[in-house]
């Protein structure tokens, strides 16, 4: 997969390098330097593990260390990480690398994860104007119960850490991007720049109308009608919309699968099932992970009727080769 760029470039050029004064001070102290088996080491595992994520996080991420990016690349993301970071000082390679998660004594971790997302679920982006935060807050536990960790930057934003970059990080690494459209959204500085980072990355953009209409590009995606609805009330249309929306759905069908799994009580577990029972999306794994629950979950074990639905659902499954 190729980076999107803006001028043509010859085959895995090199970008250009762009070093700011707080990447020549990113030296090491005397005494600290690392052998070259230390470096590779540490390029490697950098490479590895921030190539995983999308390109925006990517050079979200160099920008933020003082390392050289560009919108212009031929060739896979591991090359680019290489080219950008080998010529980094030693101090910068060390913090670099343990913000990736990796450490010469720490165990491997194979993924960054922002610590506002929730774990195994679909993440979602809150775009909203300051005067609605407590509405969108409201939203965001709302939609938690439905496995979407929604990210409302006045909920989720420590006061220690910079805005601006919280946001980028949230936006580089959300599924989605929903915005509560209050009277005099479009006046904002912020919320538009948000919306246009998400549709740049190509992820669903939908519309939650409280006051104002869709507009520019926003008006031909999917919008909502927020008026008089309660936040859990939209938060059930939302995970609806998530689970049939073609981006989306192979995302959530691993969400409804974990809620499944995690179900507290005979109830939930028997309205889980039904979600389940219609995802139009199934991994081979599904089978095997829905089974294993009846097994270790009572809830799921004594919920009437669900342990026979689980096999009816496998065997249907299985009838289309998956």
């Not at 990517?58 to 212009?72: A, G, M, Q, Y």
């Not at 009608?225 to 959530?252: C, H, I, P, W």
Request: overall charge neutral; some cysteine; glycine content about 8%.
């Amino acid at each position: 997969m190729c980076k999107r760029r803006e001028m043509p470039l010859r085959e895995h050029a090199r970008p250009k390098k762009r070093r700011s004064a707080a990447y020549k001070a990113a030296d090491p102290p005397i005494g600290m330097a690392l052998s070259a088996s230390q470096r590779v080491t540490l390029l490697k595992e950098i490479a590895a593990r921030l190539s995983s994520e999308d390109w925006s996080l990517i050079d979200v991420t160099l920008k933020h260390f003082s390392l050289p990016w560009s919108n212009e690349w031929h060739g896979n993301k591991d090359a680019y990480v290489l080219a950008t970071t080998e010529d980094a000082g030693d101090q910068a390679l060390l913090e670099l690398a343990q913000h990736v998660g990796f450490g010469f004594d720490t165990p491997a971790v194979q993924r960054i994860d922002p610590p506002f997302w929730h774990k195994g679920m679909f993440r979602l982006f809150v775009s909203h104007l300051a005067a609605h935060r407590t509405f969108a807050g409201e939203l965001q536990q709302g939609l938690r119960h439905f496995g979407i960790s929604a990210f409302v930057a006045h909920n989720d934003i420590e006061a220690t850490l910079e805005w601006q970059a919280q946001i980028e990080t949230a936006l580089a690494t959300s599924d989605a991007l929903v915005a509560l459209l209050h009277d005099k959204f479009h006046q904002s500085k912020w919320t538009d720049q948000e919306i246009g980072f998400a549709m740049g990355r190509g992820i669903p953009v939908f519309g939650i109308r409280h006051g104002e209409d869709p507009y520019g590009f926003i008006g031909r995606f999917q919008a909502f009608n927020g008026k008089g609805k309660s936040a859990v009330e939209l938060a059930r249309e939302l995970f609806d919309a998530y689970r049939k929306n073609k981006q989306t759905q192979r995302r959530m069908s691993e969400v409804v699968v974990g809620l499944f799994e995690q179900s507290d009580s005979f109830a939930e577990a028997k309205s889980r099932m039904g979600y389940v029972e219609q995802l139009e999306v199934w991994e081979p794994s599904f089978s095997s992970r829905i089974r294993n629950a009846v097994k270790s979950n009572s809830q799921v074990e004594g919920s009437w009727g669900v342990p026979d639905r689980v096999e009816q659902l496998i065997k249907k499954w299985a009838t289309t080769g998956v």
